[in-house]
């Protein structure tokens, strides 16, 4: 009985995050799921709402225009990763390494940032609306610009 059940999910799985998939590419979504490390994937436009990627590796990824809304990035490798138009409200992005990336107008209204690094990522026309913005360099600039170094 369990491996009948076991085999159904087994084949079933592919399908429902297939049906998810508007853009970007289904293996590497695949990839992200299975083995939460997609680096340099082609993740755009997917719609990864309320997905649990702690700890994910999504180096270089490219997620211009995904749909993260509400997902838990907590401790996530976004080091030159493309997040340009990604919509993130709601999303729990503590201790996330955004370092070097594309954040040019993503959508980090009610976001929670806490710890995250930031050195030398791209963030023009973001929009942080009520968001909580602890220990994070956001909206630091000016002098101030180093208070947050560089993660190493």
Avoid at 33 to 42: A, D, G, P, S
Avoid at 63 to 90: C, H, I, M, P, R
Avoid at 91 to 114: P, S
Wanted: charged share 15%.
């Amino acid at each position: 009985m369990k491996l009948k059940l076991f085999a159904t999910l087994a084949l079933a799985t592919p399908l429902i995050f297939a049906s998810v998939v508007n853009a970007g590419n289904s293996q590497d979504l695949q990839k992200l799921h299975f083995t939460r490390e997609c680096v340099q994937c082609n993740l755009s436009k997917v719609n990864l709402s309320g997905a649990h990627l702690i700890g994910a590796d999504l180096r270089g990824a490219n997620l211009q225009g995904a749909n993260l809304e509400g997902v838990n990035l907590e401790g996530a490798d976004l080091t030159d990763a493309n997040l340009k138009g990604a919509n993130l409200t709601s999303a729990f992005l503590t201790n996330v390494n955004f370092k070097n990336a594309n954040l040019n107008g993503a959508n980090l209204t009610r976001a929670q940032i806490y710890d995250s690094n930031v050195y030398g990522a791209s963030m023009d026309h973001m929009i942080i609306t009520d968001a909580e913005i602890y220990h994070t360099g956001i909206g630091i600039g000016g002098e101030d610009a180093d208070m947050f170094p560089d993660w190493d």
